[in-house]
Structures are given as structure tokens and as C-alpha cells.
């Protein structure tokens, strides 16, 4: 696991898989991916095999959304 060994950097936010995501807002994986793809969720791609993930607090602010915003 990565550590953030300086103490004068911000501390690494917590990062979570489809899997852990689609739990959460209680869908199907393919679902959290095809929001990923679409820009409902904010992605992260890593590695070779680009793999999504998405940040804990992005995904904490999606599910305070009501979905009634008027900017």
C-alpha cells in the first residue's frame, strides 16, 4: 500500500474499484462503468489494463446531488 511518508503532503484519498462503487449506489458494475465512460462519475484509469477508479469523495458528492440543480 501506498504511505505518505512527508508529513507536509496532503494525505492520499481513498480510491475505490467498479466493484466497491456499484455496492455502494446499489447497481450493476457495468452500470458504474458506463457512467464512468459517459462523465457521470469521475474516473481514474490506471495501469496497463486501464482499469476505472473512482475517488471516495467524488463519489460522496454524487450521492449528495438531488439531481435538481439550476446553474
Do not use: C
Not at 4 to 26: F, I, K, Q, T, W
Not at 30 to 57: E, H, M, P
Amino acid at each position: 500500500m501506498l504511505t505518505n511518508n512527508n508529513r507536509n503532503e496532503a494525505p492520499l484519498p481513498r480510491m475505490l474499484n467498479v466493484a466497491e462503487v456499484a455496492h455502494l449506489l446499489h447497481v450493476h458494475p457495468n452500470t458504474v462503468r458506463l457512467w464512468g465512460r459517459i462523465g457521470v462519475l469521475k474516473t481514474y484509469r490506471i495501469g496497463k489494463r486501464r482499469d476505472y477508479r473512482f475517488s471516495l469523495a467524488d463519489i460522496e458528492t454524487f450521492l449528495g446531488q438531488d439531481g435538481n440543480s439550476t446553474s
